[in-house]
């Protein structure tokens, strides 16, 4: 499991939006960094990998800001002859 809910700010986001976050050329608020635009494909990807191998992904709104992601795969089959 990776969770990326370190002490790291943003944000405060609504349920409502967080809700569309994983849809394609979605993006949250307004970045701060004018250098970096981003269309919106990463949490998108993310979801369509995490589905493929049947795991879940998670996203909640943290209190003070930001986002926390939760990405949880199932465990690999042994594999024969090993």
Do not use: W, Y
Not at 54 to 81: H, I, Y
């Amino acid at each position: 499991m990776f969770n990326s809910s370190e002490n790291r700010s943003g944000d405060k986001l609504t349920p409502e939006l967080v809700s569309t976050l994983t849809e394609p050329f979605q993006r949250g608020t307004e970045r701060i960094r004018g250098d970096h635009a981003g269309v919106g494909l990463g949490l998108a990807i993310v979801k369509s990998i995490t589905e493929a191998h049947d795991g879940t992904l998670t996203l909640t709104p943290r209190a003070r800001g930001g986002l926390c992601v939760t990405v949880r795969l199932p465990a690999a089959p042994p594999r024969a002859g090993r």
